[in-house]
């Protein structure tokens, strides 16, 4: 709420500290709840602290900011997706999630494709399908018994995303972080706690 606040002012100072402390936040919750004790819960961290890093690297405003930010989630999306290995992937779960995404994505990127610059074309496409892979490997996992709070993360970390699009890309009116922020932190916190529930498939934790 003060990330938001301090945005709609114009503080930029401020929201970088609060964005610090929302993004520490979320790896906290993680470390909180056990996540170093497990192999699941040690790859989703390493993308929450990739995604801090993101977080950072998306208060410049500058096209190069934003290319190192995009880089940052990309791969901070590629951790969540072996984590989501890690627990185990249901593939019928996987297809009947594919098709909706395959569809979802497709809609995205005919709706981005007149706003993109043609140097962001492809990274903006290989994000796209990232996010898409992401979501439907957590609906896997959840088909192979992960925690739901996981495919819960995902899709709110995916809507989350195509705020930033909006916002950075279609640049429209409404400032689109308004929605977009609270969405992303409820999915980070979602992601960070599923470590407590990923015991399914891994067997015990570690000590």
Same mark, same amino acid.
């Given at each position: 709420?003060?990330?938001?606040?301090?945005?709609?002012?114009?503080?930029? &100072?401020?929201?970088?500290?609060?964005?610090?402390?929302?993004?520490?936040?979320?790896?906290? #919750?993680?470390?909180?709840?056990?996540?170093? !004790?497990?192999?699941?819960? @040690?790859?989703?961290?390493?993308?929450?602290?990739?995604?801090?890093?993101?977080?950072?690297?998306? #208060?410049?405003?500058? @096209?190069?900011?934003?290319?190192?930010?995009?880089?940052?989630?990309?791969?901070?999306?590629?951790?969540?997706?072996?984590?989501?290995?890690?627990?185990?992937?249901?593939?019928?779960?996987?297809?009947?999630?594919?098709?909706?995404?395959?569809?979802?994505?497709?809609?995205?990127?005919?709706?981005?494709?007149?706003? &993109?610059?043609?140097?962001?074309?492809?990274?903006? !496409?290989?994000? #796209?399908?990232?996010?898409?892979?992401?979501?439907?490997?957590?609906?896997?996992?959840?088909?192979?018994?992960?925690?739901?709070?996981?495919?819960?993360?995902?899709?709110?970390?995916?809507?989350?995303?195509?705020?930033?699009?909006?916002?950075?890309?279609?640049?429209?009116?409404?400032? &689109?972080?308004?929605?977009?922020?609270?969405?992303?932190?409820?999915?980070?916190?979602?992601?960070?706690?599923?470590?407590?529930?990923?015991?399914?498939?891994?067997?015990?934790?570690?000590?």
């Amino acid at each position: 709420m003060a990330l938001v606040y301090f945005l709609r002012m114009g503080w930029p &100072t401020a929201a970088f500290g609060a964005k610090l402390i929302a993004s520490s936040g979320f790896i906290a #919750t993680a470390l909180s709840v056990g996540a170093l !004790r497990h192999r699941y819960g @040690q790859i989703l961290l390493a993308g929450l602290m990739l995604s801090l890093c993101g977080d950072l690297a998306l #208060t410049g405003v500058s @096209q190069r900011a934003f290319m190192l930010g995009l880089a940052s989630f990309l791969v901070a999306h590629l951790a969540y997706i072996v984590a989501f290995s890690v627990l185990g992937l249901n593939h019928k779960w996987m297809l009947s999630a594919a098709v909706p995404a395959i569809v979802v994505a497709m809609l995205i990127a005919a709706w981005l494709a007149p706003h &993109t610059p043609p140097e962001l074309v492809m990274p903006v !496409r290989a994000y #796209t399908i990232v996010i898409s892979v992401m979501v439907v490997a957590a609906v896997g996992s959840r088909g192979a018994g992960g925690p739901t709070l996981a495919v819960i993360g995902a899709l709110l970390f995916y809507v989350s995303d195509v705020s930033v699009a909006a916002q950075r890309l279609v640049q429209m009116d409404f400032p &689109t972080y308004v929605a977009g922020l609270p969405l992303y932190y409820a999915g980070q916190l979602c992601l960070a706690l599923s470590a407590s529930q990923s015991s399914s498939q891994e067997g015990v934790p570690e000590k």
